[in-house]
Nanobody
């Protein structure tokens, strides 16, 4: 059973940056497409970004395309989400997920995810 653990969240001022990390225990990230999702206060969970198992494909929600960068290092068993120019509306719990099916549409990408982390809180102050 793959267990995903996120880290790197915290409190940051608007305009600042954070890098989230995700690692797997009980397995590795290398066989899986990886995704980042978030859930803001009082909101539904939403897709943020994804990267294919080889790293050759990436996918972003429109609102973060020029702001966030997803990457992975299979040798280190890590997936990252670099978040720049953070805004208060980026405040959310960010979840890492892993799966073997790539759904091309951001709104359905979660259907391919099999394993989920417990999340890391990102708070952006204005």
């Amino acid at each position: 059973q793959v267990q995903l653990v996120e880290s790197g969240g915290g409190l940051v001022q608007a305009g600042g940056s954070l890098r989230l990390s995700c690692t797997a225990s009980g397995g590795t990230v290398s066989p899986y497409h990886m995704g980042w999702f978030r859930q803001g206060p009082g909101e539904e969970r939403e897709f943020v970004s994804a990267i294919s198992l080889s790293g050759g494909r990436t996918l972003y929600r429109d609102s973060v395309k020029d702001q966030f960068t997803i990457s992975r290092d299979n040798a280190k068993n890590m997936v990252y989400l670099q978040m720049n120019s953070l805004k208060p509306e980026d405040t959310a719990v960010y979840y890492c997920a892993a799966g073997r099916t790539w759904f091309v549409a951001p709104e359905t990408f979660h259907r391919g995810m099999e394993y989920w982390g417990k999340g890391t809180l990102v708070t952006v102050s204005s």
